[in-house]
């Protein structure tokens, strides 16, 4: 494993991608732990920590401009309290493929205001019972979730908040479209929509493209 350093992360590529947001490539170094970030100078839209080996996601100083975490292929089954002091700006977040298990562990995720697109595919939690209504009531604001367009329909539930549990039937879902299997590139797709990018497929180099499908979804699968 590999310590986070001032001078891993004065060494880590950096780069313009193809959403134009200004990255610094962190994958794959097997990194345990989140820590001296400050050494970034808070310059990066965007910091890719995937495949390494964190278990917590937290030790995060201030960083205002950053938007897009990439945290698939950790290991992370705890998310540290307050990180909407440290993440103002937070939009994207994408954990996939790590070991969160249980729907009160997604809590401190509810007070990251700025937080439209969150992916938790291949996480333990993706299998509880009404988990995608148990996100979108404790996320209200989410937009993209596991790469799907959230829209809520007009509810008893949304006016009246009620429980996840009492409202299956309440969402209708539009795919969000899939270029390649590769997690990047699905959550670059995602990003061009969220963000009203033209030409996804262009800018990404990408030559296939699945048009979207739009279909009702019944809560029953949540």
Known sequence: MVKL??????????????VRDRELDLRGYKIPVLENLG??????DTIDFS??????LD??????R??????NNNRICRIGENLE????GLTELVLTNNNIQELGDLDPLATVKTLSLLSLLRNPVTNKKHYRLYVINKIPQIRVLD?????????????HKRSPQCCSGLLSVDNVSVYLSQEKILYMGALHWLRGLRSPCVSCGLNKVCPFQIHSWSGSAA
């Open 5 to 18: 350093s001032a001078e891993l992360i004065e060494q880590a590529a950096q780069y313009t991608n193809p």
């Open 59 to 64: 030790g995060f100083p201030l960083l205002k």
């Open 51 to 56: 495949d390494n080996e964190v278990r917590k």
């Open 39 to 44: 050494a970034t100078l808070d310059q990066f």
């Open 66 to 71: 950053l938007k897009t975490l990439l945290m």
């Open 147 to 159: 790469f799907q367009k959230v829209k809520l329909k007009v509810s008893a539930w949304s006016r």
């Open 85 to 88: 002091h440290a993440l103002q």
